[in-house]
């Protein structure tokens, strides 16, 4: 019992370094490099969620939770960070838009599933809906 909570703790570890560093790389990215750069990380998303960052433009909301599920509230904050990185990156327009409802679905995910009230997710959940 102990070794699989501990398994789990360094996935979790795992994967909130894994979307700390996607964060920073796309905080990195040049404007004239952004497509190409941003083409590449989605890969390496592709291959820890199932999912590529152009598709997150496209799927359902219904979708993207669906591949989620199995995350716990932690990593999914991160993702919705991850979201809203990119969508800074896109400057203003509908995939901007987008890229900030998802972040806001999965921020309303997480309230839905978890058992404790986090105030940092509910000021960035605000920011996002005064930002629309």
Excluded at 34 to 62: A, C, M, S, V, Y
Excluded at 79 to 95: C, I, P, Q, S
Aim: aromatic content about 8%; overall charge neutral.
């Amino acid at each position: 019992m102990q070794q699989e909570k501990d398994f789990i703790k360094r996935e979790i570890q795992r994967l909130t370094t894994f979307l700390s560093k996607l964060i920073g790389q796309v905080q990195d990215i040049k404007e004239n490099d952004f497509e190409r750069e941003l083409d590449q990380l989605g890969l390496e998303l592709k291959n820890e969620f199932d999912f590529h960052i152009h598709e997150i433009l496209t799927i359902p909301d219904k979708e993207l939770l669906e591949k989620v599920e199995k995350y716990n509230e932690v990593n999914l904050e991160r993702l919705a960070k991850l979201f809203v990185t990119v969508a800074d990156k896109y400057g203003a327009g509908e995939k901007k838009e987008i890229m900030i409802r998802k972040a806001l679905a999965l921020l309303s995910h997480i309230d839905n599933i978890s058992n404790t009230f986090s105030l940092e997710r509910m000021k960035f959940k605000n920011k996002l809906q005064k930002g629309l």
